[in-house]
């Protein structure tokens, strides 16, 4: 059974183009996240949802907008697509404990979707 | 700022014997840190964590060491093995909702 799942696992597209990557997790966790790894394996966080709000937004092109449909659900749309953009993207997904929104569990990722911009 | 670094960019070891991967990180207010191992074409997996008011925690041929005091942490791995070879991450939570992710280091495991 999958914990975390992304698709697609590759995607190849043209610059300018508009893509999407979904994500979901069946751990009833209630925190999700969006993460990029370039191509010295640096991972930084994009975005985290809780329970479907927003609550990290890094530094990002607002041209990458996710969108969280349900508490299983992160997905992230990126329009206008360059070449700076290909990487791979993990989604990851945690349980937040307690009110003060600071994780002390393990975030759990999925298998990562290689995004390639010609 | 916040900054979580590790000292070494590759490691290579005999097979059997064990490994130490270490990581510094910069923000004292960090008060859980991780170990995540990444096999090629993967997702970061879990190793092991350790919360800030322990300096040792062991599990199955791992344990992380974290010493507050110089903002200093490392993973051993005893008796590697070939499928030990991976890039591994240190992470912290900076007290903060998100972990931020030192850069890796890829540890080699030579037959």
């Known amino acids: 059974d999958t914990a975390v799942s992304q698709t697609p696992k590759y995607l190849v597209t043209q610059m300018g183009n508009d893509k999407s990557i979904k994500c979901e997790q069946n751990?009833?966790?209630?925190?999700m996240y969006w993460y990029k790894q370039d191509s010295k394996k640096f991972l930084k966080i994009m975005f985290s949802y809780n329970n479907k709000e927003l609550i990290i937004n890094e530094t990002v092109p607002n041209r990458f907008s996710p969108k969280s449909p349900d508490k299983a659900h992160l997905n992230l749309h990126i329009n206008s697509l360059e070449l700076g953009d290909s990487a791979v993207y993990f989604c990851?997904?945690?349980?937040?404990?307690?009110?003060?929104?600071?994780?002390?569990?393990?975030?759990?990722f999925g298998p990562g979707t290689r995004l390639t911009v010609l | 700022g916040e900054n979580v670094g590790l000292h070494l960019p590759t490691l290579s070891v005999q097979e059997g014997d064990n490994s130490i991967i270490n990581c510094a990180y910069s923000?004292?207010?960090?008060?859980?840190f991780i170990w995540y191992k990444q096999e090629s074409g993967k997702g970061p997996q879990f190793i092991i964590d350790i919360r800030s008011n322990m300096d040792k925690r062991q599990g199955q041929r791992v344990t992380v060491l974290l010493n507050k005091t110089v903002k200093h942490l490392s993973l051993q791995i005893a008796a590697t093995q070939p499928g030990d070879s991976a890039v591994y991450f240190c992470a912290e939570n900076g007290n903060t909702g998100k972990l931020i992710f030192g850069q890796g280091t890829t540890l080699q495991v030579k037959p």
């Open positions: 990851a997904s945690s349980q937040v404990s307690g009110t003060s929104g600071v994780s002390y569990n393990e975030q759990f």
């Open positions: 923000n004292s207010a960090s008060d859980y």
């Open positions: 751990l009833g966790h209630d925190t």
